[in-house]
C-alpha cells in the first residue's frame, strides 16, 4: 500500500501541472487528464450550471475546468458571509463568491498546490 504522503504528493504534482500547461480539463471533465484538444472549458463549465455571465471578467486560467459542481449555487453567498473554497485551484469559485459577499464579506481560497 502507498503512503499517504506519497498519494497526496502525486495529486499535487498532477494539479500543479493542470494549472502551469492551462485549461485542459481534469476532475470530472470528459477529457479526464487527456490530451484531447477539442476539450472547451468553458462549454463544459456551463454544463455544471454557471452562465456566460459568471465567465465574463474572469482572470485568465481562473476557470481550469476542474471543477465537478456549482457550490456558488448551491450555497448562494449573501452580502457579508464569509466562504471558504477548501480546493480552490485558480479561482474561479472564490471570484464569483467574492461579487456575492461584497465588501463586508470574505472569501478565503484554500489549495493544495503552490
Known amino acids: 500500500m502507498e503512503d499517504k504522503e506519497e ?34 472549458v468553458n462549454a463544459t463549465t456551463k454544463n455544471l450550471g454557471y452562465s456566460e455571465a459568471d465567465l465574463q ?7 481550469m475546468g476542474l471543477g465537478c459542481g456549482n457550490p456558488i449555487a448551491i450555497a448562494l453567498p449573501q452580502e457579508g458571509d464569509i466562504v471558504l473554497d477548501l480546493g480552490s485551484g485558480g479561482g ?12 463586508s464579506g470574505y472569501v478565503i481560497g484554500v489549495d493544495m498546490t503552490p
Open 57 to 63: 471578467n474572469m482572470p485568465d486560467q481562473a476557470n
Open 7 to 40: 498519494r497526496r504528493e502525486q495529486i499535487r504534482e498532477n494539479y500543479s501541472q493542470v494549472a502551469l500547461k492551462g485549461s485542459g480539463g481534469c476532475c470530472c471533465s470528459p477529457g479526464c487528464c487527456s490530451s484531447n484538444s477539442t476539450y472547451d
Open 92 to 103: 474561479f469559485d472564490c471570484f464569483l463568491a467574492r461579487r456575492q459577499v461584497g465588501d
